[in-house]
């Protein structure tokens, strides 16, 4: 009886997973701003390998929108694509699922933490019940990304409420 919420998270985990697999066949190179921003910047640091950098900086860079967006998912994009000698859209997508699974693996593990284990199996099963979820991470959007990192930092900043201030915590978060 004990692992009856488990296996509802499983089960949700399963068809969140599903439906990943589903949007990812459809949309193998992901959606508008894959292509425009994310993708386009990882396919030049696969094919410029190590020295990548030095063409995103200073005179004679390469000049792309919104210069302000991070280089989280294009640089991992780009190194896995360097490193498997391909470009294959079962990298990024396997990426972004990682990132997906990671946000309700650090969700869980904080409710779980705070609140007790069926809080956390809520709190996991209605994130993945979010409609969007799924479908933003397999169009390879930075978001999912971008909400790990964020999570990440409350679930630290909420542990040095409640733990009491540690500055490596907090040089973390």
Same mark, same amino acid.
């Given at each position: 009886r004990?692992?009856?919420?488990?296996?509802?998270?499983?089960?949700?985990?399963?068809?969140?997973?599903a439906g990943f697999i589903f949007d990812s066949i459809c949309n193998p190179f992901g959606q508008w701003d894959a292509w425009a921003m994310w993708m386009l910047r990882a396919r030049f640091i696969d094919l410029l390998g190590p020295s990548w950098g030095r063409w995103f900086a200073?005179?004679?860079?390469?000049?792309?929108?919104?210069?302000?967006?991070p280089f989280l998912l294009p640089t991992i994009v780009g190194? %896995?694509?360097?490193?498997?000698g391909s470009?294959?859209?079962?990298?990024?997508?396997? &990426?972004?699922?990682?990132?997906?699974? #990671? +946000?309700?693996?650090l969700l869980f593990a904080a409710v779980d933490?705070? %609140?007790g284990r069926i809080a956390a199996v809520a709190a996991s099963i209605a994130l993945l019940? &979010?409609?969007?979820?799924?479908?933003? #991470? +397999?169009?390879?959007?930075?978001?999912?990304?971008?909400a790990l990192y964020v999570l990440a930092t409350v679930v630290l900043l909420v542990l040095t409420s409640i733990d009491?201030?540690?500055?490596?915590?907090l040089v973390l978060a």
């Open positions: 004990e692992d009856l919420p488990l296996a509802f998270l499983a089960i949700a985990a399963a068809a969140s997973t200073g005179p004679g860079r390469l000049q792309f929108d919104h210069t302000d967006y190194s %896995a694509w360097h490193d498997a470009e294959s859209p079962m990298i990024t997508h396997a &990426i972004t699922w990682l990132f997906a699974a #990671a +946000s309700v693996a933490h705070f %609140a019940s &979010i409609s969007d979820f799924a479908p933003v #991470a +397999s169009w390879l959007y930075a978001d999912v990304p971008f009491g201030p540690s500055p490596g915590v």
